[in-house]
């Protein structure tokens, strides 16, 4: 077998590197705030999926590390980040209408930093973009070589020259990276990097490469760290998890790894995304039974609902196939909620296709959906194929489908009324601040009167109001 530990060589080397220059920053920023007082500041944007999120966390430790202090006020901030997403074109037409903002900001403040990274920066036609008519911008880096955000500070600094290094591929993995989570008693963990799918529609694959998996004994040492530091709930990151561990010299499957985290101490709940309906095995729904820690609730993206769409988005599974596994888990997990994404319009969907996937949403019983409306992608397969649906006609697809998902899950949500459930406190509600908000098992959103000090426990609360997307809960006594 051909040895690849090679290929995803931690490589300590690297952020030793990356630790110096965040000293050499910070020596600056502290010289600057013994000056003037004032601490520098960033603010900093994820677009786009959890993956992106989790990343900026580390992006957001890295600063701090350098001296930085975060700031939610853009015009406030001495240096501006946004970490990118493409996956959608609507997600990419917004950072061009920041930068026209930030064009003018800039007239006023010029020595603001502005960079720009993640999945859209890995296009070259973006690039080319940039260079022509952003010129404001400072530093552009692309998804593999985040951890060299110190690194180009520091040669922007030197030079005054604006960066752009993006590369093609990378196959190390710079473990440890400092990171600020956004939840003091939630963490993201990336179990793998990549994807090896190419779904017809998704230009994912192009921008963040092939299937990389972190051996397992790094993912569970990072676990261990965050709940030593007080973590309760875990979510395991992959764009397609159910594939973890394959490329490994010691393979582990991704049931394995879950029943690992299961095992670690003070972690009391453990999710993660996203499952690929082709690869979810009899052994990981064993798993999810098996392990109590392991929430009873599942993202497991459908896409469409004919299964000839299926076959041209390249998914790998049949309608018949994708309700089957839905069965099986339904059967060994009869509580269990689903949640799903759901793309509407892909090119050549017919009247019938589409029937289909109202089909499917109505066999499974979605509590949760993610639906989209396709977006062409150029350099993606799907951008080429000749019948691309009508857009008046998609947009009255995706008002139907949403008259069929929204009285499906309040209906579905009903069963929950009355019911005591478990509820990890995440934070004050946005709309009224002595009502706390967080997510039971099942990930039901649940919004309840409680003090502050309950934020970080896992608290019983009985349902007492169906929202459709979230429920109104109160206190019970004990667990
Ligand atoms: N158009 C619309 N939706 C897309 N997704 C991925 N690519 C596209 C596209 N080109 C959706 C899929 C995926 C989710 C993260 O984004 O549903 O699961
Ligand atoms: Fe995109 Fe498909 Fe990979 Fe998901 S599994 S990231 S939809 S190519």
């Not at 009873?296 to 309608?319: C, D, F, W």
């Not at 990930?443 to 009167?449: G, I, K, Q, T």
Request: charged share 30%; with cysteine.
């Amino acid at each position: 077998m051909k040895d690849t530990r090679k290929d995803i060589a931690v490589d300590e080397t690297e952020l030793l590197r990356q630790l110096d220059y965040m000293q050499g920053i910070r020596k600056i920023n502290d010289a600057f705030e013994t000056e003037t007082g004032k601490k520098k500041k960033f603010f900093s944007l994820a677009m786009g999926c959890q993956m992106n999120a989790h990343d900026s966390e580390k992006l957001e430790g890295m600063l701090d590390k350098m001296g930085y202090e975060r700031t939610d006020e853009e015009t406030d901030a001495d240096f501006i980040i946004y970490n990118t997403c493409c996956v959608r074109e609507n997600a990419e037409q917004k950072v061009y209408g920041k930068l026209g903002w930030l064009k003018h900001y800039k007239k006023d403040k010029p020595d603001t930093v502005i960079a720009l990274c993640g999945c859209m920066m890995q296009q070259d036609s973006v690039i080319k973009t940039l260079r022509q008519k952003y010129r404001h911008v400072d530093i552009v880096f692309g998804t593999y070589n985040l951890y060299k955000l110190p690194e180009l500070m520091n040669t922007r600094m030197e030079s005054g020259d604006t960066i752009y290094d993006i590369w093609q591929e990378q196959e190390e993995i710079v473990e440890d990276l400092p990171s600020i989570r956004h939840f003091p008693y939630k963490a993201a963990v990336n179990i793998m990097f990549g994807c090896n799918n190419f779904c017809t529609y998704c230009i994912v694959p192009y921008v963040r490469g092939r299937e990389r998996s972190r051996e397992a004994e790094d993912i569970i040492a990072e676990v261990k760290k965050l709940a030593a530091d007080g973590v309760k709930e875990i979510m395991l990151l992959g764009q397609n998890v159910n594939s973890y561990g394959k490329n490994l010299s010691e393979p582990v499957s991704f049931a394995k790894l879950l029943r690992m985290v299961n095992d670690v101490e003070g972690i009391e709940r453990i999710r993660f995304m996203t499952s690929h309906p082709k690869d979810l095995s009899d052994e990981l729904i064993e798993a999810m039974k098996d392990c109590p820690k392991v929430c009873k609730s599942l993202h497991l993206p459908v896409q469409a609902g004919s299964s000839e769409i299926l076959r041209r988005m390249n998914r790998n599974y049949t309608k018949e196939s994708y309700l089957e596994t839905v069965g099986k888990i339904k059967e060994a997990m009869p509580d269990i909620t689903l949640s799903t994404d759901i793309i509407v319009g892909f090119p050549g969907e017919t009247e019938e296709d589409f029937q289909e996937t109202l089909d499917v949403i109505r066999k499974v019983g979605y509590t949760t959906a993610y639906t989209f409306i396709y977006s062409k992608r150029t350099g993606t397969p799907a951008a080429t194929m000749d019948n691309q649906v009508d857009e008046d006609l998609i947009k009255d697809r995706f008002d139907r489908m949403l008259n069929v998902l929204n009285p499906m899950i309040h209906e579905l949500n009903e069963k929950m009324v009355g019911k005591i459930v478990h509820v990890l406190v995440e934070e004050p509600s946005k709309s009224n601040k002595d009502v706390l908000t967080g997510r039971a098992d099942n990930y039901a959103l649940v919004h309840f009167e409680g003090s502050k000090d309950l934020i970080g426990q896992i608290v019983p609360v009985r349902i007492i109001e169906n929202k459709t997307f979230y429920f109104i809960a109160e206190r019970v006594n004990g667990d």
